[in-house]
Structures are given as C-alpha cells and as structure tokens.
C-alpha cells in the first residue's frame, strides 16, 4: 500500500491514502502497543491525528483496507 505522510512530526500527522484504496480502519499506537488513535467512520483520502499531546518517540500507523490489505508504519514524534 503506498501512502503519504509526514516523518517526523510535531504537532499533526497529515496522511494521505491514494483515491483508488477504500480504507476500513485507521489507528495509531504507541511503542508499547497501546492504541492512541482509531478511526474507523468515515475515513477518507486525507485525514489528520492531532500529535500534539504526544510525548516524543515512536509510534506505529495501521492503516487497513476494505481489501484486507494491512500497512504498519513507523512515526517517529520530535
């Protein structure tokens, strides 16, 4: 699954996910697997995580398609 976002991040995770995927679920976790994020309505080609309130390091983006398809990504917070 090839998508977009910005790495390292502040204070927002911008992602954007190609026109042609229908995306089922979206969540971030934190380095030990705690759940940060989850959007499961209404998920579009763009979307944005308020970072913000993060404490710096790593976290990890599961991206899921209606496909099946799952993506995890590695987000590092400065």
Known sequence: M????NNPIQTKLF???????ELKLAELYDIN?????SNKNSIKTRFVID????NTGVYFLKIQTKEGE????KVVKI
């Open 33 to 37: 697997g705690s759940l940060i994020y």
């Open 15 to 21: 992602v954007r996910i190609p026109n042609d995927v």
């Open 70 to 73: 799952i993506g995890n990504y």
């Open 2 to 5: 090839n998508i977009e976002f």
């Open 51 to 54: 970072s913000e309130d993060l």
